[in-house]
């Protein structure tokens, strides 16, 4: 079945450094991957949309200047938090579809700014 | 997007079955039904999707109402690993982005 790779599963970075997370599948194309981010006892919140080759889509509200998606190839997309903050300290996950109908989700990195 | 409204949470027994309801009273012809499930500290797992006609598979039924503006997901016989968050999220056809809502909270006791 459709299998997407997250990596780290875990960071803790110094405030004011930048933090990359790693989102791959493994065994499929994606042109599309997600990047949600979910805080404690709340439900996942879509941060942007991450289109091969071309600039990511972000969601209203979302910094695109903190939160750089790189996805340069059709099985890696890369988030990058910048000048993390402490309020930044969530739990991230990336998702892509493998076809029209399911979605495959990553196992999450769990992000510490300390 | 089409919203959903869930129960915030349930409970079960172990062994017994679940019925999950959905409410989602604007569905457009188009849209998908599709169901999650989040256990703790995971990101999602698929559990099924359906349209307009009733879904089995390994996991799970989804029985769709016949004017569509509501669904229930069923877990035949809970088991303590069913224990997770469950999501019932509307995808229309052309493919795109899943928006979450708050989902239901599925407990369940031995």
């Known amino acids: 079945g459709a299998v997407v790779s997250q990596h780290p599963s875990r960071v803790i970075c110094k405030s004011g450094t930048s933090v990359k997370i790693e989102c791959r599948s493994l065994d499929f194309q994606a042109t599309t991957m997600f990047w949600y981010r979910q805080f404690p006892k709340q439900s996942l919140m879509l941060m942007a949309t991450s289109n091969e080759g071309s600039k990511a889509t972000y969601e209203q509200g979302v910094e695109k200047d903190k939160f750089l998606i790189n996805h340069a190839s059709l099985t890696l997309s890369t988030l990058t938090v910048t000048s993390a903050h402490p309020e930044d300290s969530s739990f991230y996950i990336c998702s892509a579809s493998r076809s029209s109908y399911g979605y495959t989700f990553g196992s999450g990195t769990r992000l510490t700014v300390v | 997007d089409a919203k959903t409204t869930q129960p915030n949470s349930m409970e079960s027994n172990e062994e017994e079955p679940v019925h999950l309801p959905c409410n989602h009273s604007t569905i457009s012809g188009t849209d998908y039904i599709h169901w999650y499930r989040q256990l703790p500290s995971q990101g999602p797992e698929y559990v099924i999707h359906?349209?307009?006609s009733n879904v089995n598979n390994r996991m799970a039924s989804l029985a769709i109402a016949e004017d569509r503006k509501s669904s229930t997901l069923i877990l035949h016989r809970a088991t303590l690993r069913d224990a997770a968050v469950y999501y019932c999220i509307l995808r229309d056809n052309q493919g795109g982005k899943l928006i979450f809502g708050q989902g239901t909270e599925l407990s369940v006791k031995p």
């Open positions: 359906g349209l307009t």
